[in-house]
């Protein structure tokens, strides 16, 4: 069944530790974004892609780097993790030829706790 | 302004009727809405989406739009203690870019 997956699921890191997460896709879409849900904020947009060589910051990509390493592979990093990145981080996947009105497929999530 | 506002909720309704959440957005360019719903920790997943105005139905969910008023709701009909969760609307504005509100959290009740 055509998928999103992310890893880890959930990580716990230190103050000033460089961490990368991982998003894999089945799907065969070319657009793939990453978000951060805190809350009572929901979801904000960090960074996304259109294709392995289009990649455009979101709303809050102060912090985070990110690499399209493939069509399905879309990896975000933080260069030196704060605690106030502690976040349900998601990465989401969407087709625009699909006749769905472009819906993003969300993966499971990354839990991640900054000490 | 928020640009997509929600009442936070909790919405709570008795199983068997129906539950009205509603959502208003400020960018008139946006074109298409997408209802999502979230369980607990888990990711959101797609109920509906809707682009033109007036009313589309799918099984028990029914999505309304009002792009004069900025207005669009859903409505969910012979609630299940199975549809208790946040329910998230998404304006899309352009390039493919989706606009989360804060969400709503329903509550049916047995």
């Known amino acids: 069944d055509a998928d999103v997956t992310q890893t880890p699921r959930n990580r716990i890191t230190k103050t000033g530790k460089r961490i990368m997460l991982e998003c894999s896709q089945t799907?065969?879409?070319?657009?793939m974004y990453w978000y951060r849900q805190d809350p009572g904020l929901g979801l904000r947009l960090i960074y996304y892609s259109f294709d392995v060589k289009d990649i455009n910051k979101g709303e809050i990509s102060d912090g985070y780097s990110v690499s399209r390493q493939a069509q399905a592979k879309f990896s975000l990093s933080l260069e030196s993790a704060i605690p106030n990145q502690t976040a349900l981080y998601f990465c989401a996947t969407s087709d625009p030829n699909s006749g769905q009105g472009e819906t993003q497929y969300f993966g499971p999530g990354t839990r991640l706790l900054v000490l | 302004q928020k640009e997509v506002e929600q009442n936070s909720g909790p919405l709570s309704v008795p199983e068997g009727a129906i539950a009205s959440l509603n959502c208003t957005y400020s960018d008139r360019g946006s074109q298409s809405f997408f209802w999502y719903r979230q369980y607990s920790g888990k990711s959101p997943e797609l109920i509906m989406f809707?682009?033109?105005?007036g009313d589309k139905e799918d099984g028990r969910f029914t999505a309304q739009l009002n792009k004069a008023s900025q207005y669009v709701s859903l409505l969910i009909r012979d609630s299940q203690p199975s549809d208790s969760a946040t329910y998230l609307c998404a304006p899309r504005r352009t390039a493919s870019k989706l606009t989360f509100g804060t969400g709503t959290r329903l509550q049916v009740t047995l």
């Open positions: 809707i682009y033109s105005n």
């Open positions: 799907k065969g879409h070319d657009r």
